[in-house]
């Protein structure tokens, strides 16, 4: 009987395999259809490409989704749905974005970012923003005579520090006693730069400064040679931007050559 009960195992097996060939490749058969495993493999390579790690149990959720969208696309062919017009515009404009979406990343894979290319931007980066850095505080109101009177506090021996903490308008420096901390002088409003930069390191304007957001009381405390991240820690980033660059151009090279009526 143990016998005849293996053979008839050892059958099964041998005819399962006669009946469903590329068994292998399917990770179910819904309704005496195959689910083929690509299609778990697609999920998974998208999933991957958003950051996210592929665990067993992940994995598993996928086989589920990819088996529920089998059964719930069944039924909606027995229902007729994939011969409606609506089905059909969906289905065109969905082919349109997996087709364009395949274009880009074809170009991008035949015309990838060269180092000579990021080192280049990168040393025009470093040739636009350097010079030198200054830190600088600032007390900023309304009025002019409250700027005067300010300044003549400040002359007398009141701290800059408090009188920013409690009469300065910039909510951003403020809480700081007004510190604007490291920046380079063109990050500032013309007028703000224009006194800034005349100053004597650990000294203060005379008279009030007056630009668009009102009058400014300003000290400068420090100046320094610009500090510029290394190439290596801003590699991606750089990359990254050229990247987009190169695809905005192909894309703009595409559409010139069109013939538009």
Known sequence: MKKNLLSGLVAAVVLGTAVFPVSAQNIAIVNGKPVPKERVEVFKQQIERAGRPITPE?????????????????????????????????????????????????????????????????????????????????????????????????????????????QSKDPGSAARGGSLDWANPSSYVGEFTEALVKLNKGKMTETPVKTQFGWHVIRLDDVREAQLPKLEDIKPQIAQQLQQQKLAKFQEELRAKAKVE
């Open 58 to 166: 992940l994995e598993n959720q996928i086989k589920e989704e990819v088996i529920a969208r089998e059964i719930f696309m069944q039924e909606a062919q027995k229902r007729g749905l994939d011969a409606s017009q609506d089905f059909k515009t969906q289905m065109d404009l969905a082919r349109q974005s997996i087709l364009i979406r395949e274009l880009f990343a074809d170009y991008q894979k035949k015309n990838p970012v060269t180092d000579a290319e990021i080192k280049a931007e990168y040393d025009k980066f470093v040739a636009a923003n350097t010079g030198k850095e200054y830190k600088a505080s600032h007390i900023l109101v309304e009025k002019e005579t409250d700027a005067k009177a300010i300044i003549a506090a400040i002359k007398k021996g009141a701290k800059f520090e408090d009188i920013a903490k409690k």
